[in-house]
């Protein structure tokens, strides 16, 4: 059963950086996309990249393009989002998902969570001075 653990999240200051992984057990990673999702606190939950089953195609919201990195070792079973010039605004427990059926993460990913599944438990990422 496929099964997503994310880990990495923790305190950090303003300007600081973090890496998450999403590491995967019970499946071959490569055969689905993988997106990162975040809740924060009061806000509904937001997409944050996505990244194809070879890794040759991501994407990011908008507002976080430059400072977010989603990358994947495929043998190591494992996406990485590398976090860089945090803000208090990236606060939030970021989660990741495989795309449900195989499927690209395709033009809006990021506004279609239901097309996500088998998501982890997710990360707590709080960014504070």
């Known amino acids: 059963q496929l099964q997503l653990v994310e880990s990495g999240g923790g305190l950090v200051q303003p300007g600081g950086s973090l890496r998450l992984s999403c590491a995967a057990s019970?499946?071959?990673?490569?055969?689905?996309?993988i997106g990162w999702f975040r809740k924060a606190p009061g806000k509904e939950r937001e997409g944050v990249s996505c990244?194809?089953?070879?890794?040759?195609?991501?994407d990011y919201a908008d507002s976080l393009k430059g400072r977010f990195t989603i990358s994947r070792d495929n043998a190591k079973n494992t996406v990485y989002l590398q976090m860089n010039s945090l803000k208090p605004e990236d606060t939030g427990i970021y989660y990741c998902?495989?795309?449900?059926?195989?499927?690209?993460?395709?033009?809006?990913?990021?506004?279609?969570?239901?097309?996500?599944?088998?998501w982890g438990q997710g990360t707590q990422v709080t960014v504070s001075s």
């Open positions: 998902a495989v795309r449900r059926g195989s499927l690209p993460c395709g033009s809006r990913w990021y506004d279609a969570p239901g097309g996500f599944g088998s």
């Open positions: 019970g499946v071959t990673l490569d055969d689905y996309a």
């Open positions: 990244i194809s089953r070879s890794g040759g195609s991501t």
